[in-house]
């Protein structure tokens, strides 16, 4: 049995993890549901005098502003969309025909309005460019949202719907490079909290396909993605526990987002995997958070 598949069967029989017989598609424990909480009360603690605006948006999106945004572009194999049947009494009839003798009765399901959000960040940027012009501060916001991918893993640090937390800088170049540099050692020293050893390395998304290869190349010859990573199912290969993404003026170019002055904003985001941060702290510190080392305890619960 593989690293990946004995930690998630020692997380179902711990009942950390409630097992749905879909991978990567988990229920949680009150347990489990405490880290997270805990965890977030510690970023509130060192973000929250930045004075971020929170919001907080449902894990579907406006599928209008989900194509807008060049995801199925990019991403076309992580994407969720949300289908409902749209059909007559008629229609209705032969899709209980369907499920009746175990045919595809999802064929005649039709696209509503509604995708499945991708990262806590995408219903941000039509909402703020929205509003007219950035104040002369800029912008800074912290959201938090479940995140549809499909991607089915016996990895339980890669689900398919899981939480991100985030924080979203619009502003100039150096102001939105700064806050990126700021969360990186922000994210290092909490993670050193927490009895955690992270390294961080320049990262690059998963875009698709042969011509996804040059945005690979482009990401990471630029330093656009940075990701902090601690070994959970693989010493070899540590996971991804927080992002930080530089994304030039290309969201303030798709979205019309200005500054003051009328220049293109600039923006960057600061993703926290909430599942994979507290699979960190259970790979680490085992699977009773009442055992944890005391440091740890204090920092979470206080
Ligand atoms: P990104 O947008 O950089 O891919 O994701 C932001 C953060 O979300 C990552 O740093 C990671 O912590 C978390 N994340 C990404 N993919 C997954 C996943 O498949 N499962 C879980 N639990 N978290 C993920
Ligand atoms: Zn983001």
Redesign the pocket.
């Known amino acids: 049995m593989d690293m990946q598949t004995s930690f998630l069967d020692r997380l179902f029989e711990s009942g950390l993890l409630i097992d749905t017989s879909v991978d990567g598609l988990y229920g949680r424990s009150g347990q489990f549901e405490d880290v997270i909480t805990a965890f977030e009360r510690l970023i509130d603690k060192v973000g929250g005098a930045d004075g971020a605006e929170a919001m907080r948006f449902p894990p579907g999106m406006n599928r209008a502003f989900f194509e807008k945004s060049g995801y199925m572009k990019s991403f076309p194999q992580l994407a969720g969309t949300v289908h409902s049947f749209c059909g007559s009494e008629l229609d209705h009839v032969s899709l209980l025909q369907c499920m009746e003798v175990g045919e595809d009765w999802t064929k005649g399901q039709e696209a509503t309005d509604i995708v499945l959000t991708p990262?806590a960040c995408y219903p941000l940027y039509p909402t703020v460019a929205k509003r007219g012009n950035l104040p002369k501060t800029g912008g800074l916001f912290d959201l938090q949202s479940y995140c549809f991918?499909h991607?089915p893993s016996k990895d339980p640090?890669?689900?398919q719907l899981?939480r991100?937390r985030e924080y979203v800088c619009m502003g100039t170049e150096e102001h939105v490079t700064d806050f990126r540099q700021r969360w990186m050692d922000r994210g290092v020293e909490m993670m050193k909290q927490l009895g955690l050893e992270v390294v961080i390395d320049v990262a690059n998304?998963p875009f698709f396909g042969r011509g996804g290869k040059m945005m690979v190349n482009n990401q990471r010859d630029q330093n656009l993605k940075f990701?902090l990573l601690i070994p959970i199912t693989s010493a070899a290969k540590p996971t991804?526990?927080?992002?930080f993404?530089y994304h030039q003026d290309s969201f303030g170019l798709k979205w019309d987002l200005s500054l003051e002055d009328g220049s293109v904003a600039h923006t960057a985001c600061v993703?926290?995997?909430l599942?994979?941060i507290a699979l960190a702290l259970l790979h680490h510190h085992g699977l009773d958070t009442v055992e944890w080392p005391e440091s740890v305890r204090k920092a979470l619960w206080g």
């Open positions: 990262a991918r991607e640090a890669r689900q899981f991100m998304d990701e991804a526990c927080m992002s993404n993703g926290f995997g599942e994979r």
